[in-house]
């Protein structure tokens, strides 16, 4: 299923032109699929903890199964132009729990999930890449405070109803 948060990441990241892209979080795959119709020429490394619900092939697209805490493991450092992440932005045990519990798993996780998303994002962009995350209205200065303790320097905020994207570009290690 395409959420809001997922097409107003795609369509950022369909502006972005360069070679290699990552989606932290992945899921589906559906940010690399939007972006890709736009954007045919990036590769895409989509990174979630839990294997997709309905497993598909799409060309220029690798899924695999890791923890974004294992990036630094699994991934040279600066190697990316793009990366992309819908994080979990609620908190465990608080807020109201999702009727799909698939949904509900990706929407949560322990307070410094979100640091942990940015620092694996700054792993892996090349100084000067770009990271887009988006958050819900209302945690845009934890996502900047995120991005600026990983290396990641805030840019611009695109809103779009209750979602946001927050544009950073990673400085020099």
Same mark, same amino acid.
């Given at each position: 299923?395409?959420?809001?948060?997922?097409?107003?990441?795609?369509?950022?990241?369909?502006?972005?032109?360069?070679?290699?892209?990552?989606?932290?979080?992945?899921?589906?795959?559906?940010?690399?699929?939007?972006?890709?119709?736009?954007?045919?020429?990036?590769?895409?490394?989509?990174? *979630?903890?839990?294997?997709? +619900? $309905?497993? @598909?092939?799409? =060309?220029?697209? /690798?899924?695999?199964? %890791?923890?974004?805490?294992?990036?630094?493991?699994?991934?040279?450092?600066?190697?990316?132009?793009?990366?992309?992440?819908?994080?979990?932005?609620?908190?465990?045990?608080?807020?109201?729990?999702?009727? *799909?519990?698939?949904?509900? +798993? $990706?929407? @949560?996780?322990? =307070?410094?999930? /979100?640091?942990?998303? %940015?620092?694996?994002?700054?792993?892996?962009?090349?100084?000067?890449?770009?990271?887009?995350?988006?958050?819900?209205?209302?945690?845009?200065?934890?996502?900047?405070?995120?991005?600026?303790?990983?290396?990641?320097?805030?840019?611009?905020? $695109?809103?779009?109803?209750?979602?946001?994207? /927050?544009?950073?570009?990673?400085?020099?290690?």
């Amino acid at each position: 299923m395409i959420t809001h948060d997922s097409a107003l990441l795609a369509k950022e990241a369909a502006a972005v032109y360069g070679g290699l892209a990552f989606d932290l979080g992945t899921g589906e795959l559906e940010v690399p699929r939007l972006a890709l119709k736009t954007n045919p020429s990036m590769l895409w490394i989509g990174v *979630d903890i839990r294997p997709a +619900a $309905r497993p @598909r092939s799409f =060309p220029s697209v /690798l899924s695999v199964r %890791a923890g974004v805490e294992t990036v630094p493991r699994l991934f040279p450092a600066a190697l990316a132009d793009l990366v992309t992440a819908n994080p979990p932005y609620l908190v465990e045990g608080a807020g109201r729990p999702s009727p *799909d519990p698939d949904r509900e +798993a $990706r929407r @949560r996780g322990g =307070p410094l999930l /979100l640091y942990r998303f %940015a620092f694996a994002a700054a792993h892996l962009l090349k100084p000067g890449g770009l990271a887009l995350f988006s958050f819900r209205k209302g945690m845009e200065d934890r996502v900047r405070t995120a991005f600026r303790a990983s290396g990641v320097e805030p840019e611009k905020v $695109r809103f779009s109803g209750a979602a946001g994207v /927050l544009a950073g570009r990673r400085t020099a290690p």
